[in-house]
């Protein structure tokens, strides 16, 4: 539809605006054709409009949106890809056919409208017929698409049918074919090719050049001069840093002296130290207080956290990582870095796999029969993650996904009843960002200082919500992938079996830390007070 009207637009100002054939046509024959000095002194031509046409004029946010010719693909409005089953098939055919009428019938709407706005009745005339002839095209094109989808799809079922019935093949959904797993040699590529260290370097790189771009605005600035430098020597930034840099600083130092994840007697007061600093420096109108009057002017009060400081704190516990990676939403907070799509695919990609490994240690002794050595390792495991921030609801989390997808590989008739309850599941995470971010919004409008509690707890429950979606995904792929390594069928029944076992044991402990009252009894701000406790302290 924008190809279209973007076309319909540029035809119709350039045939309006022609008026010397003879040069358009030279102009369209011989391209390169110098412009006419006409004895313009400059060089330049005296009457561009005269002696050229000119090219078609579409408005700089329209042409932003127009997609390249080599960039033009069905599928940005079809889906042509191979579908898995006749279902898939069927949902594929059903999407184009509402696709194909949706943008016929704006075709149909939006172009009479545009060109009677660019031409007047003239132009309504040709934008109807354009509306016609695209709605026409379009709406075709979603019956063809369609029909052929829902065909493909019967036509791939009884291969779909053999390798669910066998169980050592699984659908991978970015590449649509049927793959098998060897996580043996996922490890020995990860070890060889580019490391996550190596990717993170590259997009270090690309930050720096961009950053050397808006250098100049800086330098402009030139030495400032503060009240106090305190503060910035905490983070080890000079006065003049930008708020990304101070972002960077605090990620870097603070990830290396909490509490949680250094046990020397002085991380405490340093976390301490670190955190009153950031707090002051992230937020404009505080850093301005403070070059102006110094440390006295200003407070660190409870209420003024950065979001990226909520989230590493309650949910980047290092404990998880080996069971859930590093949080996708983590890699935003890395002021420092500028990932390509490409780059955080292969970094998810890597984390699937790890998870994927670590769960094959994991349940080890649960495949070579050892199943009260499991339980038991499983079990202390257990209470050593519910120990951490948000440790409760995670493991309820992380139980809940490892049972569902487990259930995908013991029963067929199961794994469509869980399938259908991972799509509620999604449903009811987006239902609550979407409460949550309502109640916040709320919140802030009242502006009370009684409703900050409220905002605080509501935003943490958004980003909870949000973390739950991504552990989600990412188990679901992990587990995939787990449960159709290159292994014996007897094997990857054994891995199913045992990881629905671990997952009853996350949610047994899961459900008796939340039954103790000091644990049931506490809030999200609560938590988040718990989480950041040196903050609060000073």
Request: aromatic content about 6%; some cysteine.
């Amino acid at each position: 539809l924008k190809l279209q009207f973007l076309y319909f637009i540029g035809t119709k100002k350039k045939k309006k605006k022609k008026k010397n054939p003879r040069m358009s046509g030279l102009r369209e024959e011989g391209a390169g054709v110098p412009p006419q000095n006409n004895g313009n002194p400059n060089g330049s031509s005296s009457s561009s409009s005269s002696s050229s046409p000119p090219k078609p004029s579409v408005p700089p946010e329209l042409s932003k949106l127009a997609p390249k010719a080599d960039q033009v693909n069905i599928n940005d409005v079809f889906s042509t890809n191979r579908p898995k089953n006749v279902l898939a098939g069927a949902s594929s055919g059903v999407k184009s056919l509402l696709k194909g009428t949706v943008c016929g019938v704006a075709s149909l709407t939006v172009l009479p409208a545009l060109g009677y706005k660019e031409d007047g009745i003239q132009g309504l005339a040709k934008g109807t017929v354009a509306g016609v002839l695209g709605c026409f095209g379009l709406v075709t094109a979603g019956v063809v698409v369609g029909t052929g989808q829902a065909v493909r799809g019967l036509y791939h079922t009884p291969e779909a049918m053999k390798e669910m019935i066998s169980g050592k093949k699984r659908w991978d959904k970015e590449t649509h074919k049927w793959v098998t797993d060897d996580l043996e040699s996922e490890r020995a590529r990860m070890r060889e090719n580019t490391t996550d260290s190596d990717i993170m370097d590259s997009a270090r790189r690309r930050y720096e050049e961009e950053q050397k771009k808006s250098d100049t605005a800086q330098k402009e600035t030139g030495d400032k001069i503060v009240a106090d430098q305190a503060y910035y020597n905490v983070l080890g930034v000079m006065p003049t840093a930008t708020e990304i840099q101070i972002k960077k600083a605090y990620y870097v130092k603070a990830s290396k002296c909490h509490p949680d994840k250094c046990p020397a007697p002085e991380a405490k007061q340093q976390f301490q130290e670190l955190s009153q600093a950031y707090q002051v420096l992230s937020d404009p109108s505080l850093r301005a207080k403070y070059d102006k009057e110094g440390k006295d002017a200003v407070n660190a009060p409870e209420q003024t956290m950065s979001p990226d400081v909520v989230y590493i704190s309650l949910f980047g516990s290092e404990v998880f990582e080996p069971y859930i990676g590093k949080l996708s939403y983590s890699l935003y907070f890395i002021g420092d870095m500028s990932f390509t799509r490409e780059e955080l695919e292969t970094l998810q990609h890597r984390r699937e796999v790890r998870i994927a490994l670590n769960l094959t240690s994991l349940l080890r002794p649960f495949v070579d029969g050892h199943d009260d050595a499991f339980c038991d390792a499983a079990r202390s495991l257990a209470m050593h993650l519910s120990t951490a921030s948000f440790g409760d609801r995670l493991l309820a989390v992380i139980g809940h996904e490892y049972q569902l997808n487990a259930r995908h590989r013991l029963s067929m008739w199961d794994s469509s009843c869980a399938k259908a309850q991972s799509a509620t599941d999604n449903i009811v995470s987006y239902t609550k960002i979407a409460s949550s971010g309502y109640a916040a919004y709320k919140g802030f409008k009242k502006n009370a200082p009684e409703s900050e509690e409220d905002v605080t707890s509501s935003l943490i429950e958004m980003a909870f919500e949000a973390t739950h979606l991504d552990i989600a995904k990412t188990l679901a792929n992990a587990v995939d992938k787990l449960l159709h390594d290159d292994v014996s069928n007897e094997m990857r029944d054994r891995r199913a079996r045992g990881l629905f076992k671990l997952g009853e044991i996350f949610l047994a402990v899961s459900k008796e830390q939340q039954l103790n009252t000091s644990v049931a009894q506490r809030s999200n701000v609560d938590r988040l007070r718990s989480a950041m406790t040196p903050i609060h302290e000073g």
